[in-house]
């Protein structure tokens, strides 16, 4: 009933981040090597090393994003390798700087509480550990400008990089393919608003093809009538009751 390739008129479908960078595609998410065990042929940023790609029409679709990105990574490595949470982190900032990704901004987050009065759409939590863990991320986001920014609202770059950091952890999904095992993380318009449920109405599928990011589908598990919210599961649906719970709450 959704798709995230019919978008809004001007709006992208949505960003995502490979949970392996050396396994899988950094744009389409595809697999470089096959289930019989073949190997494909890799693109390879030749700055940061860490954006491999399957084929040049992949990295020619990614660069509007990838080349903010780029210049991210190297100023927060030094040489190093990046590491997953802050690759996801740096990748989804790109992407906001980036033409056709403003609903990026519209998403909801929870930050820390005490935290600026100048956020919108957001909620207030004092968490210990959600506190500490977007703070630090926050941080590392922080580390990889040479020098302090102010957007249009006056928000300083730590009030930015805090309020990125916690719309993420409030919206991301996992990018999951045909055989069950997770590909990345992604942030989509439309599907990424949907509330959790533990008997949800519909569930998420995606679909992966050169040249975009994986495409997801918001599929209906049983019949709705009009005005019914459109829910899906945060969890492994096949997990039991006190395990869904407890994930849910740790998170």
């Known amino acids: 009933i959704l798709r995230s390739d019919r978008p809004a008129p001007s709006h992208s479908s949505g960003v995502a981040c490979p949970l392996d960078a050396a396994s899988s595609c950094t744009l389409c998410l595809s697999l470089f090597e096959t289930p019989s065990g073949a190997r494909k042929q890799r693109v390879i940023c030749s700055s940061c090393k860490s954006a491999q790609y399957c084929c040049d029409e992949c990295m020619a679709a990614d660069m509007s994003v990838h080349r903010l990105e780029c210049a991210l990574m190297s100023n927060s490595t030094k040489g190093q390798a990046v590491a997953r949470g802050m690759r996801w982190n740096l990748r989804a900032w790109a992407a906001t700087m980036t033409e056709g990704y403003g609903w990026l901004k519209n998403l909801c987050a929870v930050i820390p509480d005490g935290h600026g009065e100048t956020f919108t759409h957001v909620k207030k939590s004092s968490k210990g550990l959600y506190e500490i863990l977007c703070s630090l991320e926050a941080k590392g986001v922080q580390r990889c400008f040479p020098n302090p920014l102010n957007d249009a609202n006056g928000k300083d770059l730590a009030e930015q990089c805090l309020l990125l950091v916690s719309r993420l952890h409030c919206n991301a999904i996992g990018v999951v393919g045909s055989d069950g095992y997770r590909r990345g993380t992604g942030v989509y318009h439309g599907i990424s608003f949907a509330n959790h449920a533990c008997r949800p109405s519909c569930s998420v599928t995606f679909e992966f093809s050169r040249g975009s990011y994986p495409i997801a589908s918001l599929r209906v ?31």
């Open 221 to 251: 598990l049983r019949n709705i009538s009009q005005g019914d919210e459109l829910t899906i599961s945060y969890t492994e649906s096949i997990q039991c009751r006190d395990r869904r719970q407890k994930f849910l709450l740790d998170v």
